[in-house]
T-cell receptor, first 118, second 111 residues
Framework: KAGVTQTPRYLIKTRGQQVTLSCSPISGHRSVSWYQQTPGQGLQFLFEYFSETQRNKGNFPGRFSGRQFSNSRSEMNVSTLELGDSALYLC?????????????????FGPGTRLTVL | LAKTTQPISMDSYEGQEVNITCSHNNIATNDYITWYQQFPSQGPRFIIQGYKTKVTNEVASLFIPADRKSSTLSLPRVSLSDTAVYYCLVWSGAGSYQLTFGKGTKLSVIP
């Protein structure tokens, strides 16, 4: 079974621009979560989508947004980029609570998108 | 969300067994304990997850005492490729998909 894929893998933008990142979950997974990882703050939760609805949201400004499509693929958008947005953006997918056994509902991460803002 | 505490770093020689202990004093009844491994500039890789007692898979073992206030990840016979950051997390399963990562333990395997 193919793992979580993220595109693009690397991205360079300038301040003020906007960017869209894409995540394709493992087949059959309905939940997609997004995380930002920086050397200073570590891994921080952005938001989680399930069945095209945002179910959980972290403490990030409104410049960070996302959406999920009917095939469970998800996109994350960052508008008006700032230097501090340079980070590794990770998405993770899971069944989302559809399993009868919660202990098996593990989140699997993709390789990430490295965003550099100049 | 239960907070976890684990050593910042550990060193080990190749071929040795490594045990990384994580403290989670405020773990809730519904929480599971999960460990991830992360290499630089890659996404975290799921290693093992458990609720109580002992869980073993082809990669590692997870020991959880009866009070569940701590857990120990055991990596048998580590190799240089096991050099990575290891994260211990607790999460409450369905309905709560926000994983809270601490700083993790940087394991360095020495030849």
């Amino acid at each position: 079974k193919a793992g979580v894929t993220q595109t693009p893998r690397y991205l360079i933008k300038t301040r003020g621009q906007q960017v869209t990142l894409s995540c394709s979950p493992i087949s059959g997974h309905r939940s997609v979560s997004w995380y930002q990882q920086t050397p200073g703050q570590g891994l921080q939760f952005l938001f989680e989508y399930f069945s095209e609805t945002q179910r959980n949201k972290g403490n990030f400004p409104g410049r960070f947004s996302g959406r999920q499509f009917s095939n469970s693929r998800s996109e994350m958008n960052v508008s008006t980029l700032e230097l501090g947005d340079s980070a590794l953006y990770l998405c993770a997918s899971s069944l989302g609570g559809l399993s009868n056994s919660l202990s098996t509902d593990t989140q699997y991460f993709g390789p990430g998108t490295r965003l550099t803002v100049l | 969300l239960a907070k976890t505490t684990q050593p910042i770093s550990m060193d080990s020689y190749e071929g040795q067994e490594v045990n990384i202990t994580c403290s989670h004093n405020n773990i809730a009844t519904n929480d599971y304990i999960t460990w991830y491994q992360q290499f630089p500039s890659q996404g975290p890789r799921f290693i093992i997850q458990g609720y109580k007692t002992k869980v073993t898979n082809e990669v590692a073992s997870l020991f959880i005492p009866a009070d569940r206030k701590s857990s120990t990840l055991s990596l048998p016979r580590v190799s240089l490729s096991d050099t990575a950051v290891y994260y211990c997390l607790v999460w409450s399963g369905a309905g709560s998909y926000q994983l809270t990562f601490g700083k993790g333990t940087k394991l360095s395997v020495i030849p």
